[in-house]
C-alpha cells in the first residue's frame, strides 16, 4: 500500500510540473498552427478540451504559449480560481511567462487593493499581483 502512494506522489509531482516541448497534437487539424523560429508550437485552435497549465482550455479555441511552453492565454472551458479571483467561463484569460495572472474576466465581484472590481468585466494585474486595471461599480 505504500508503495502505491509512492508512486502515486512521484507521478502527481512529476505530472504538476510545466508543460514542455508542446507539439502539434493538441491542435484541430486543418487549423492555422504557429511555430516559434525553434520549432516550438506559439498557437493554435485546440481540438479538444485540453488541460494546459492548470486551465481548462475549451476546444476549438485558440491558444498561445511562451517559448517554454507555459499557456499564454485561451478560452476557459470552465471557472477558474486564482487566489481571491473567480475568472468566468467561456472567457479569455492570461498569464505572465512566470505563470501569474495577467487578466481574465471575473465571474464574481471582488475587491482587489481597496478597489470593487464588477463581475462579468475584465481585470488586468500586474505580475506582482497588484491591481492594473478593472471596472467599478457605477
Known amino acids: 500500500m505504500r508503495m502505491v502512494l509512492l508512486i502515486a506522489m512521484v507521478l502527481l509531482v512529476i505530472g504538476s510540473g510545466p508543460v514542455l516541448a ?12 504557429i511555430y516559434y523560429p525553434n520549432g ?13 497549465s492548470g486551465v481548462t482550455c475549451n476546444m476549438l479555441s485558440n491558444a498561445e504559449f511562451y517559448e517554454l511552453g507555459m499557456l499564454k492565454s485561451c478560452i476557459t472551458k470552465n471557472f477558474f480560481l486564482y487566489e481571491d479571483l473567480v475568472c468566468n467561463e467561456y472567457s479569455q484569460i492570461s498569464f505572465y511567462p512566470s505563470g501569474k495572472l495577467e487578466g481574465c474576466v471575473l465571474a464574481t465581484r471582488v ?9 462579468q468585466q475584465p481585470i488586468a494585474l500586474f505580475e506582482t499581483g497588484r491591481l492594473k486595471t478593472c471596472s467599478t461599480p457605477r
Open 22 to 33: 508542446l507539439d502539434a497534437s493538441i491542435c484541430n487539424p486543418g487549423s492555422d498552427i
Open 111 to 119: 475587491e482587489v487593493d481597496d478597489k470593487i472590481c464588477v463581475e
Open 40 to 52: 516550438d508550437l506559439k498557437s493554435c485552435n485546440l481540438k479538444d478540451i485540453t488541460i494546459l
